[in-house]
C-alpha cells in the first residue's frame, strides 16, 4: 500500500538557506521520513518511531 506523504519543514529554515531538510510522519505511525527539501527527488531516509525520538531528545539537549 503506497500512501502520500505530508512534509514539514522546520520553522528555522527558510527558502534562501544552503541546507534544509523537511520530515514526514507515515500514517502508520512506525517510521519518520526524512529528505533534502532542495532536492525532493532524492532517495529519503526513514528511522523506526522509537529512534526518531531519542534522536530529538539528544538533539535537545
Not at 7 to 15: C, D, P, Q, R
Not at 17 to 41: L, M
Request: aromatic share 12%; proline share 3%.
Amino acid at each position: 500500500m503506497i500512501t502520500t506523504l505530508e512534509w514539514f519543514k522546520s520553522s528555522y529554515s527558510s527558502n534562501d538557506g544552503p541546507e534544509c531538510v523537511e520530515v514526514a510522519i507515515a500514517p502508520t505511525h512506525t517510521t519518520v521520513h526524512v529528505r533534502d527539501s532542495k532536492d525532493t527527488q532524492r532517495a529519503q531516509l526513514a528511522f523506526a518511531d522509537a529512534a526518531w525520538t531519542e534522536f530529538v531528545e539528544f538533539a535537545g539537549r
